[in-house]
């Protein structure tokens, strides 16, 4: 789910920011029951399960009980046999920092980011390096969302600047780019560089009209209303820029784009019908009329 940012109490609203979604991850190929991958495959298969189940916590728990019971295997391997078991490890840690940053308990949520952070380091060899470089960069995204919760403003820039980085040099692999140039809108708009923050939300926009979001996407809610949320960024840029002409059109193009995607009882659709609404009286009280 997309995470609104709180709005000023007065001037335009604030751009939106949002943890990125994840890609499905392949399974563990099938093995013998005295096969000494056998624990794993089986632990993957149940994490699954307790994942589809909402039982996040569970599922990354069994995951960490077969690596310690079976530490000297694992210490054993020389290739990325279990690369699918970390991998999913990874995806646990940050769905789980996530629901508990959302929730509240902000220690927890940075001890699972952390965690997420250490398991995704270029030191880990089990892990296929370009895998392991997609679930880094939407780790650092969380984490830039974690600190900007904190109004750590500085150190979230830090994170969301290094997942950029390595989404720079993925060629194309990692699966959301433009969610992270949207999520740099909205923490440089509140850092106050509007000019700034309005180029990373053109070039959200450019990326997603090159390459539309498929609608089947495991992260479908936010994939479907990103382009109305880079319109809707552009619009609030353009307001702080003392910009009202391009402000409208960029407002009545996300609201156009919501409609389409979200109907109008969508909370997104309301925010930018608000803020059309506003702007437009705005203007019509400048003309004097």
Known sequence: AIVAQAQGDSGPALPRLFPLAMEPIDTMEPVEPN???????????????????????????????????????????????????????????????????????????????????ALTDPANLHMNSGSRLVLRAVTYNNMGCFYKSMNKLHTALQYLRKAQKIEEKSNGRCENPAGTHLNLCALLSQMGKHQEALSHAEHALKILEANPPSQDSSGSGNSES???????????????????????YAYKKAHENCLTELGEDHPLSMQIHGCLTELKAKQQKRSGR
Do not use: W
């Open 226 to 248: 990103l382009i109305c949320v880079a319109y809707f960024n552009m619009g609030a840029e353009y307001e702080h820029l003392k910009k009202p002409s391009e402000a409208l």
């Open 35 to 117: 096969d000494p991958l056998r624990p794993f495959f089986d632990a993957e298969k149940e994490f699954v399960q307790l994942q589809a189940a909402g039982d996040h916590d569970g599922a990354v728990r069994c995951l960490e009980q077969v690596l310690r019971a079976e530490q000297a295997t694992v210490q054993q391997m020389q290739d990325t046999a279990l690369s699918t078991l970390f991998e999913r490890l990874a995806v646990g840690y940050n769905t789980l920092g996530m629901k508990n940053l959302k929730e509240g308990n902000t220690e927890l949520s940075c001890k699972y980011f952390e965690k997420a952070e």
